[in-house]
């Protein structure tokens, strides 16, 4: 018996719950962390990505006050119908009271080939005309950037997001079962004890923003739920009508009717959007899409904008193009859609003012920060396990120590060398919205090569000092290349302008400091 017990007593142990919850917290933010980390910074910068594309486009004057939506579309449509013939669709963005121009879309007629190209106008909305400013991706780059990664097919751009997302709410979930004191420890902060203080760090910008997270992971999911579950959806809708009101249900898509080829003058779409203005409010439109404009099966859809409501679900009006009659108008969805909508509402969060943006910028700041500490603690912990006497690390090691800084530090530097190809590329330049991105891109490959070529303790330092440096002087050449100064925009009010270079200061600021850091760090080793 006493053997018995003895046996008992000494018999292996499996991993409980939270030690099993730690090895797939860990893994779950390995294999999926650099490209998260890209995809919450290019995401947190998206939020103004409105105030960015107006950085951008410096050649657009700041408006006094909000452009009338309904005046701003009436003026631009007189202008297609001379610059588009033989369209057969616009979409119309009107402006909002964020933005200070009018950005069209819209079909070249189908050429011999079967192609139809698609063409992306800017116009004042004070004069209707086309705007002489230079061609640039905007902040809609960064946008598309981190649920796409631009260069891939956009299907696996969205497979691949998907992917990490799903890895990113299972590092989520299982660090919550992982930290059994996680409150406490939001509250704890050593710093200067290496592995400890990065761990720190970690939980308190992990909990910080966790409902926020879990959100914006799930709700990001949901969003591009037919992408990834295409299968129940093939199964359930199969007719032509139940796509067609799955569509209406979803994006507000209406197929456009054939065209007789009788030709009729396009009613007065500045009446209709005055309809749907006096119903949703005088800046709550969304865009305008005139299908088959001068053909007498012309219509017109009007969607309403976020303001004030949370669900992304769409709200519109359909009227003929001819006489301008209200032939439909969606007020509501059905309870799928809304709750698809409303996950959409928040994960975007155009619903609220400019307080709650800068609330969603630094909240998603603070995911990109827990995303990096975790990668840069994993590195630190294998650092310090392994013993007193020089020798090489392993592969992975090196490898995930040289990676962190380019996809981080180096990925600073990719987007302020975009926004220098902004002020210093020729403005006539062809495609130079194409260079831009490529600039970008450019950028982030050298970061990474660089990587290859020197320690990942002074690597750290290095990018860290051209980021800050990046950073301080665009505001130094936006006032060299534009009218547009910091001061002169302080002065006249231009919040935009002003606002962007201040926070391209804070964040100079910012990669100055941790980069003092790294040396500071790097010293004390070499001394010890």
């Known amino acids: 018996m006493a053997h018995a017990r003895t046996s008992k007593t000494h018999a292996p142990q499996g991993k409980g719950l939270r030690q099993a919850m730690s090895g797939l917290h860990i893994w779950a933010g390995l294999l999926a962390g650099w490209l998260l980390y890209a995809m919450f910074l290019t995401g947190t910068v998206s939020y103004f990505r409105v105030e960015l594309s107006q950085w951008m486009r410096p050649e657009m004057p700041a408006l006094k006050a909000p452009a009338d939506p309904a005046r701003a579309v009436g003026r631009v449509v007189r202008e297609l119908d001379a610059l588009a013939q033989g369209s057969a669709q616009w979409v119309i963005y009107p402006p909002d009271p964020r933005g200070n121009a009018v950005t069209v879309f819209w079909r070249e007629p189908v050429t011999l080939h079967g192609s139809r190209r698609m063409h992306q106008t800017i116009f004042d909305p004070t004069t209707g005309r086309r705007a002489d400013v230079r061609a640039t991706a905007g902040g809609d780059f960064f946008y598309h950037f981190h649920y796409q990664f631009h260069y891939l097919p956009m299907v696996w751009g969205r497979w691949l997001a998907g992917v990490c997302a799903m890895f990113m709410l299972v590092a989520i979930i299982s660090g919550v079962i992982t930290h059994k004191k996680i409150l406490v420890d939001f509250f704890t902060f050593r710093g200067g004890k290496g592995q400890r203080s990065w761990l720190d760090a970690h939980n308190a910008f992990s909990v910080f923003g966790l409902p926020f997270h879990l959100m914006i992971t799930f709700s990001g999911l949901v969003m591009l739920m037919a992408t990834y579950l295409p299968w129940s959806e093939r199964l359930a809708i199969q007719t032509p009508a139940q796509r067609a009101h799955m569509a209406n249900q979803q994006h507000a898509f209406h197929a456009p009717l054939k065209a007789s080829g009788e030709r009729a003058p396009l009613a007065s779409v500045q009446a209709m959007v005055g309809q749907a203005q006096n119903q949703w409010g005088a800046h709550n439109i969304a865009r305008v899409i005139v299908n088959l404009p001068g053909d007498i099966h012309a219509r017109v859809s009007v969607l309403r904008g976020e303001v004030r409501r949370v669900s992304f679900s769409p709200q519109y009006m359909v009227f003929d193009g001819v006489s301008g009659a ?18 959409y509402g928040l994960h975007l969060g155009r619903f609220g003012d400019v307080h709650l943006r800068w609330l969603y910028f630094i909240v998603s700041l603070a995911g990109t920060a827990m995303v990096g500490t975790g990668l840069v603690l994993w590195t630190v912990k294998r650092r ?9 690390p ?56 660089w990587a290859l070529c020197q320690p990942a303790r002074k690597l750290w330092r290095a990018q860290l000092w051209l980021a800050a440096v990046l950073l301080f002087g665009l505001p130094v050449v936006n006032a060299l290349t534009t009218e547009r100064a910091f001061w002169r925009s302080l002065a006249a009010g231009d919040t935009v302008f002003a606002g962007v270079d201040a926070v391209c200061w804070a964040f100079a600021v910012l990669h100055g400091v941790l980069a003092w850091r790294c040396g500071r760090q790097t010293a004390r080793e070499a001394r010890t």
Do not use: Y
């Open 384 to 392: 310090q396990r392994m013993p007193s006497t020089p020798q090489r």
């Open 326 to 343: 209200l032939l439909e108008q969606q007020d509501s969805v059905g309870i799928a859609a809304q709750t698809r909508g409303v996950l």
């Open 394 to 449: 392993g592969w992975m090691l090196s490898v995930m120590e040289r990676g962190n800084v380019a996809a981080m530090a180096g990925l600073s530097v990719a987007m302020v060398v975009m926004l220098w190809a902004n002020r210093l590329l020729p403005v006539t330049m062809p495609e130079r919205d194409k260079l831009e991105i490529q600039c970008f891109f450019l950028a982030w490959g050298v970061m990474w090569m």
